[in-house]
């Protein structure tokens, strides 16, 4: 029988729920700017844009900042 310890560290497995974590902010995040953006009458392929900017944007800060713990350089 595997357990997840023989699978992947506690380290990883931490990584893999806040890398989920995190991936499910940004999808709501996408679809929030994007409903934001059309009911502001912008248009649908400049309101998926800058949705998804705002998501992956996110996405890059959280992922560095929290998922994987980048260290901080002085």
């Known amino acids: 029988q595997l357990s997840y310890a023989k699978v ?9 729920v806040r ?6 902010v940004v999808t709501l995040i996408d ?8 009911l502001a009458n912008l248009p649908v ?13 996110f996405a890059y ?3 560095k900042k929290w998922t994987f713990k980048a260290p901080h350089h002085t």
């Open 8 to 16: 992947m560290s506690k380290q990883t497995f931490s990584q893999v």
């Open 19 to 24: 890398f989920l974590c995190v991936g499910s």
């Open 31 to 38: 679809c929030i700017v994007y409903t934001l953006c059309l």
């Open 45 to 57: 392929t400049l309101s998926k844009g800058l949705s998804f900017v705002a998501a992956v944007l």
């Open 61 to 63: 800060y959280a992922h």
